[in-house]
């Protein structure tokens, strides 16, 4: 293998060793504890495993966690006013509703309203916005963790040239504002792009969000590309079974990226301890205390 690996899981480990020691901090010097409510509605066994994931991990940082989990038939008249109950109380700090919700409620209007400080997801119309227009906003986990790995990995992103896969609003649309942001060429490559390989092959970064597995493969990278794949998808083995694998056909593109990151172990990790920073980060504001350094956009 000739990329180097971008250890998701390692990265993950010391934003969340940060995040819990500037939580030790709020607690210690102002008495004040993040919290972080996440609400989840129906049953999906993979959303089960990410909450339980989440809610452990954000006790692990010292901060309060609460989990409602709702039947699949609520209402969307008691969702909304479950996150009204959770807009007013100000034990908590950040609130996520995990997606995808049942067809019955309009997601568009549960997102809309959640109070836009305590959008930790960064999904909320004003936070899209503001992002959009280069202004302070809560930024969208799965991206952010993305752009730390890229900015730990090359420093400066400044003139580079980054194709981000997939135009969806919570991994490919944002992704490709922080990159812009960050002075990156970008462009945003979807299903109906005309040469799809060989708009790739321009890429010094590469971010795979398509959702199809081991799509991206060697002839589409250039010698020496980060890869970032954001890809989570549950595949067949062989023999019975299932297993992860990403957008990104890894074996074959490690063969010739210069920089790679794994699934499981990648983007998926830090997407949780983004979540985290991002309570941390609006805890912060909601108290007018300095924010968490490294870990904002
Ligand atoms: N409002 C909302 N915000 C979200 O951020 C959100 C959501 N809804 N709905 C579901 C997706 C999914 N998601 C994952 C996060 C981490 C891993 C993760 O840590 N994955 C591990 C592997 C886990 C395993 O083995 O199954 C890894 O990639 O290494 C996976 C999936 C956040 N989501």
């Known amino acids: 293998m000739a990329a180097k690996l971008i250890d998701g899981k390692a990265f993950a480990a010391s934003v969340r060793e940060r995040v819990g020691e500037h939580v030790s901090r709020l607690v210690k010097e102002h008495g004040i504890q993040p919290g972080l409510a996440v609400v989840l509605v129906g049953e999906n066994p993979a959303s089960e495993v990410y ?4 809610g452990k991990a954000t ?27 959770l807009n007013r109380d100000e034990t908590i700090h950040g609130i996520l509703v995990q997606l ?37 906003s809560m930024v969208p986990c ?7 790995m890229l900015r ?79 890809g989570i998808n549950r595949i067949e083995k062989e023999g019975g079974g299932t297993r992860l694998v990403g957008d990104v056909d890894f074996d074959d593109v490690s063969k010739v990226a210069g920089a790679i990151t794994p699934v499981p172990g990648g983007v998926g990790p830090m997407t949780i301890a983004c979540l985290l920073a991002n309570t941390v980060t609006a805890c912060c504001r909601a108290n007018g205390l300095a924010e968490p350094e490294g870990l904002t956009a």
């Open 51 to 54: 909450v339980r994931s989440k």
């Open 59 to 85: 006790k692990e940082a010292g901060m309060k966690s609460v989990e409602h989990k709702l039947d699949e038939k609520t209402s969307e008249a008691d969702l909304l006013s479950l996150i009204d109950e």
């Open 100 to 136: 995808p919700v049942p067809d019955h409620i309009d997601a568009e209007k549960v997102l809309a309203a959640i109070d836009p400080a305590k959008d930790v997801d960064g999904f909320h119309i004003s936070n899209v916005g503001l992002l959009g227009t280069g202004q302070k």
């Open 142 to 148: 799965t991206p952010l963790g993305c752009l730390m």
């Open 152 to 230: 730990d990995h090359h420093g400066s992103l400044s003139g580079m040239e980054a194709v981000v896969i997939g135009r969806s609003n919570i991994v490919g649309k944002p992704m490709a504002q922080l990159l812009l942001k960050d002075s990156c060429t970008v462009t945003i490559a979807h299903s109906r792009t005309k040469d799809l390989p060989g708009v790739v092959r321009r890429a010094d970064i590469v971010v795979a969000a398509v959702g199809r597995p081991n799509m991206v493969t060697a002839d589409w990278i250039k010698p020496g590309t980060t890869v970032i794949d954001v």
